[in-house]
């Protein structure tokens, strides 16, 4: 399918893609360079994971003077913010192909920010934010379960399902559960603490947001969360 796109549209300036390193994309790479197409642009959208070694090659793979161990890869790795910069420069990843960009994603938390700051904290409320796999997201909410006992009595807990995971939660009949399903610049105005799962990258729009973040760690693994190693 990409041979016969690449080679019937006509001559492209550029290509900006989604960077996961899947195996499609080495692939795609391979046949934009065979039809001579222009500059490629590879866009990590989210956070660099330090353990997804989807990300990380040998020094040897990016050697361009080197036919055994060099494969095709992008012009230039649009990367948005300093942790994901630092994370490909210890990767080995070219610094000369490596360009910082504005982060969009998180644009909209400069207004949110000082909401937070001004709004009061006299009532707790609580914003539980669901991960992708049932796994993460079950042990957050028997977690949840278990320290109900030691929560305020008026506090308020707020759900908020990972689109890939519609979590059942009728089956805790204890939790006095708000379901959302509006965006994270809504919900975010409305509570003071965020309890995240060890793995969702929803939590970094609450660090930046300033919200008091609980992360639940799986003893079962090891520590996934993006946040890992910061404050």
């Known amino acids: 399918l990409f041979e016969k796109a690449f080679k019937s549209v006509k001559n492209q300036k550029y290509c900006i893609f989604l960077q996961e390193n899947q195996n499609w994309e080495m692939i795609m ?6 039809f001579n197409h222009g500059k490629l642009i590879a866009c990590p ?14 020094e040897q793979f990016f050697a361009e003077n080197s036919k055994k161990y060099s494969l095709s890869y992008p012009d230039y790795y649009a990367v948005n913010g300093k942790a994901t910069y630092e994370m490909f420069q210890v990767a080995g ?6 360009v910082l960009v504005e982060a969009l994603r998180y644009g909209y938390l400069q207004e949110l920010l000082y909401k937070n700051m001004v709004k009061s904290i006299s009532k707790v409320k609580l914003l539980v934010l669901g991960d992708y796999t049932y796994k993460h997201t079950n042990l957050q ?9 030691y929560l305020p009595k008026n506090i308020d807990i707020y759900f908020k399902p990972h689109p890939n995971n519609t979590f059942d939660i ?33 939590c970094v729009d609450a660090y930046l947001n300033g919200l008091p973040i609980i992360s639940i760690l799986d003893p079962t693994t090891f520590n996934q969360s993006p946040l890992r190693n910061n404050k």
Do not use: C, G, M, Q
């Open 29 to 34: 790479i391979h046949l934009w360079r065979k």
């Open 45 to 58: 959208h989210s956070t660099i994971r330090y353990w997804d070694l989807r990300y990380f090659r040998d």
């Open 93 to 98: 990843y070219p610094k000369n192909k490596t």
């Open 141 to 149: 909410i028997e977690i949840l379960n278990r320290a109900l006992k």
């Open 170 to 202: 009728a089956k805790y009949k204890n939790i006095n559960f708000k379901l959302v399903t509006t965006s994270l610049d809504i919900i975010f105005s409305e509570v003071n603490i965020v309890f995240t799962s060890s793995i969702t990258s929803s």
